[in-house]
């Protein structure tokens, strides 16, 4: 599986963009699949996932609601919409795949990684 994250970019604080993160293979609707993010001088946080049946969700508490995962198997997409989006949010975006849901919740040994994308945001 390859994954391509894309839809970073620049935007002002209080708007919203939508992350891709498309990818190849054709198992890909087996695998569960998460967004992270890594900001200067902050460690990787997961933000959230997605089971490969979208039956099983994940938001990371500091988000308040502000972001939704969603996937489209049919063409091979996960979309991360972020909205209300603030100066802290700053960072690269990255998609993973796991096969195993509980191991890309935690965050241990994920199997796929894509190439972020640059989300910026102005205040």
């Known amino acids: 599986v390859q994954l391509q994250a894309s839809g970073g970019g620049l935007v002002q604080a209080g708007g919203s963009l939508r992350l891709s993160c498309a990818a190849s293979g054709r198992t890909f609707g087996s695998y569960a699949v998460g967004w992270f993010r890594q900001a200067p001088g902050k460690e990787r946080e997961l933000l959230a996932a997605i089971s490969w049946s979208a039956d099983r969700k994940y938001y990371a508490d500091s988000l308040k609601g502000r972001f939704t995962i969603s996937r489209d198997n049919a063409k091979n997409t996960v979309y991360l919409q972020m909205n209300s989006l603030k100066f802290e949010d700053t960072a690269v975006y990255y998609c993973?795949?796991?096969?195993?849901?509980?191991?890309?919740?935690?965050?241990?040994?994920?199997?796929?990684w894509g190439k972020g994308t640059l989300v910026t945001v102005s205040s």
């Open positions: 993973a795949a796991d096969a195993d849901y509980t191991d890309l919740r935690k965050g241990y040994d994920i199997e796929y």
